[in-house]
């Protein structure tokens, strides 16, 4: 899958590890004029896919969000230290 946006652009893929690429749409994959429309985008899909990416002409990735990155983010939060508690008690 080419990740690189055509020139000046910038381009957004949704994957899911289950079954996004066996679905008849396929996995998400749309070219935007600006990155903010690519950040929405990517944003507004985000409960859809494990991963949404946005990359720019260069192939660079810039942003990474999905569902995936919503679970982890839970998950560090529930892993940070409660005041007072004992690290050894884990």
Known sequence: ????????????????PVDTLTWPSGP??????TFDEARDLAD???????WVYVYDDAGKLLYEG?????QLE??????????????TQR
């Open 44 to 50: 507004r899909n985000e409960e859809s896919y494990g």
């Open 1 to 16: 899958m080419q990740t690189q946006a055509p020139e000046g652009q910038y381009r957004v893929i949704g994957l899911d």
């Open 74 to 87: 839970r998950i560090q939060k529930l892993n940070q230290d409660v005041p007072g508690e004992n690290k």
């Open 28 to 33: 998400l994959w749309k070219d935007c004029e």
């Open 66 to 70: 999905g569902c995936h990155a919503q």
